[in-house]
C-alpha cells in the first residue's frame, strides 16, 4: 500500500519515532525514551499518525502543556525512569495547521549512565533497533553495567598472583625496558617492585595483600589464567587475500600450540607479520627514499590501530577482537563502544580510557603516545599519503576502523550513488538542499527523494533544518567523518567523484 508521506517530515527509523498521543502522555514514550537514551539519541513526536514507519496524517495533541506537565512530572520519577535527559528546551510544543503536536529530543546517555532503564528495574532497559525499541538481553545489559566504570582493567583480582603471569613475555618486556631507557636496572629489578611500578599488581588497600589487576593479567598472564577469569577471551588475527576468498593464508590466534597467550605476545607475533607484508608500492614514480618513508608512515597507521584496538577493548564482552588483514585493507573490531567522540579520536581530546593500565604498558616501550594521540596520527597520515580515508563504524557495543591502502577517491564508493550526488549538490548549491530540488536533479519521487535524503540523516551525513517552506537539508558537520571527507571532496575534479 501506498502512503502519502507528510511534508517535512522524516520516515521512522533509529532516530525517529512518531506516536498519536491524542489525549495523553502514552506509556510507551519510556521506552522509546530508554531506546534512544542507550543507544545515539533520538526525536520523538507525540501527535503524529505514521503507518509502516511513514507518517502519514497530524493528529495533534489536545492538551499540549498537560501532557508537557505529565512527561516532566514522570521523568522526576526514578520508578518511572532512571535519568532525567530532557529539559525544558528539548520539550516543544509547535503549532501546524491550527493543530499542536509535540517534538521530544532525547540525547544519549553517557556511558557512565547506562542502561538507562524504566519503571524501576534494570531488566526494562532498552535499546534503539531500527524504528523497533528492544529490550536488552541480559548480555547487553551486562555490558553496559561494567563498562560504566572508568577504569576497568585497574580492577584487582582476589586468587590471582603473579605465578599467574608469563614470565617469558614479562621478562622481554622488562629488558625492552631496559634497553628503552638506557637503564640495565630495569631486568634485574626484583619481581614484585617492578610490578608494581608498572601497575601490574596493586595492594589491596583493605587486606593490605598484593593483588593482579586485570590490565596485567590480560596483559602478561597464561592463557588458561587469562580463561579462568574471563572464559571467552580470545585475539585474533587473519590474513586473506580477499573478502571472497573462503580459507585462510595465514592467522594467529591465542590459546593456540606456540601461540600467543595474551596482550604483549600477541601484539608482537601480528605486528611482525603485518609489517612483513606491507610493501612499497604508495607512489612507484617517487625516488627510493620517499617511498620508503610513505611505507613506514602507512605501518605507523597499523601499528596504532592495532595498539588502539587491543588498549579499548571491553574484555567481558561475548565477542572478541579480531584483526582481519585484506589485500588493500585491514579491518580492526573490538568490542566495546568509543568512550570518546568521532571528533576527539580524529582531532585528538580529553581521553577517556577503558584500559588504562594496558594502554600504559604500551606506552612504557614506545608502542603507543600521549593518550588520546593514536586516531589524530592515524588520520594525519593517512591524509599525508592521499589515501582512502579510515572508516570508524561504532555501536553501543563495539567499534570497527577500516583502514584502505588506496587512494582518497576511493572514500566515497561504498556510498550509493544517489547519495554522493546529493553530496555534491549541495556543495553546488551553497551548502543546502531541498526535497524539491533533489527530486527535480535526480529524477525521482518525491517520496524516494525524501526517504533518500533521511536515510542520509539517519546515518549522520545530513541534518535537517527549518521549517514549513524553509525547511532544507546541509552537511551535518558535527559528524566529524563527514566534515573531514568534505574538505577532501571540495578538492576533487567533479568527474572523478561523479561518474555513470
Do not use: C
Not at 510507551?28 to 539519541?41: C, E, L, R
Amino acid at each position: 500500500m501506498k502512503h502519502t508521506i507528510l511534508p517535512n517530515f522524516p520516515i521512522e527509523g533509529a532516530n525517529i519515532e512518531y506516536k498519536e498521543a491524542k489525549n495523553s502522555l502514552p506509556s510507551a514514550v519510556w521506552d522509546s525514551y530508554s531506546a534512544f537514551a542507550n543507544t545515539t539519541g533520538g526525536t520523538i513526536f507525540l501527535g503524529i499518525k505514521e503507518e509502516n514507519e511513514v507518517p502519514t496524517e497530524i493528529l495533534g495533541v489536545n492538551n499540549a502543556l498537560k501532557i508537557k506537565s505529565d512527561f516532566f512530572t514522570q521523568q522526576a520519577d526514578k520508578n518511572k525512569v532512571s535519568l532525567s535527559l530532557v529539559d525544558n528546551d528539548q520539550f516543544e510544543i509547535i503549532d501546524i495547521d491550527d493543530k499542536q503536536i509535540i517534538k521530544i529530543t532525547v540525547m544519549p546517555a553517557l556511558y557512565s549512565d547506562k542502561p538507562v532503564y524504566i519503571r524501576g528495574h534494570q531488566e526494562n532497559a532498552y535499546r534503539r533497533s531500527g524504528h523497533s525499541d528492544i529490550r536488552m538481553t541480559t548480555s547487553e545489559l551486562k555490558y553496559h553495567m561494567a563498562n560504566a566504570y572508568p577504569d576497568l582493567d585497574r580492577k584487582l583480582l582476589d586468587h590471582f598472583n603473579a605465578d599467574d603471569l608469563n614470565l617469558l613475555d614479562l621478562q622481554l618486556y622488562r629488558n625492552i625496558i631496559a634497553e628503552r631507557n638506557d637503564d640495565p636496572s630495569y631486568a634485574d629489578k626484583p619481581l614484585n617492585e617492578f610490578l608494581q611500578e608498572f601497575g601490574i599488581m596493586r595492594p589491596d588497600r583493605k587486606s593490605k595483600m598484593l593483588k593482579l589487576t586485570l590490565g596485567g593479567l590480560l596483559f602478561f598472564g597464561k592463557y588458561q589464567s587469562i580463561r579462568d577469569f574471563i572464559p571467552n577471551f580470545q585475539l585474533d588475527y587473519i590474513y586473506r587475500h580477499s573478502r571472497k576468498d573462503e580459507n585462510w593464508i595465514d592467522r594467529i590466534v591465542t590459546g593456540e600450540i606456540d601461540g600467543p597467550e595474551n596482550i604483549f605476545s600477541f601484539y608482537r607475533k601480528v605486528h611482525s607479520k603485518i609489517e612483513s607484508r606491507i610493501s612499497d608500492t604508495f607512489e612507484l614514480s617517487l625516488d627510493d627514499t620517499t617511498r620508503k618513508n610513505n611505507s613506514e608512515k602507512f605501518k605507523a597507521v597499523i601499528r596504532e590501530a592495532l595498539v588502539n584496538m587491543l588498549s579499548h577493548a571491553f574484555y567481558g564482552d561475548e565477542s572478541t577482537s579480531i584483526l582481519k588483514q585484506y589485500d588493500n585493507f585491514y579491518s580492526f573490531y573490538n568490542p566495546g563502544a568509543l568512550r570518546i567522540s568521532e571528533e576527539q579520536f580524529i582531532h585528538g581530546g580529553f581521553p577517556k580510557q577503558r584500559n588504562p593500565v594496558i594502554s600504559l604498558l604500551f606506552r612504557r616501550i614506545g608502542y603507543s603516545e600521549n593518550a588520546g594521540s593514536g586516531g589524530p596520527r592515524i588520520f594525519n597520515n593517512i591524509n599525508r599519503l592521499a589515501l582512502r580515508l579510515p572508516k570508524i563504524s561504532v555501536n553501543d557495543r563495539s567499534t570497527e576502523l577500516t583502514i584502505w591502502n588506496s587512494e582518497f577517491t576511493q572514500s566515497f564508493q561504498d556510498i550509493p550513488k544517489e547519495q554522493v550526488k546529493v553530496l555534491q549538490l549541495i556543495q553546488n548549491n551553497k551548502g543546502e538542499i531541498k526535497v524539491r530540488q533533489v527530486q527535480e536533479e535526480l529524477n525521482i519521487s518525491d517520496y524516494k527523494a525524501r526517504k533518500l535524503l533521511n536515510t542520509m540523516v539517519d546515518n549522520g551525513i545530513l541534518i535537517d533544518e527549518g521549517k514549513s517552506s524553509a525547511h532544507h537539508y546541509t552537511f551535518n558537520l558535527n559528524n566529524e567523518y563527514s566534515k573531514y571527507a568534505l574538505q577532501q571532496l571540495v578538492k576533487l575534479q567533479e568527474e572523478l567523484i561523479l561518474h555513470d
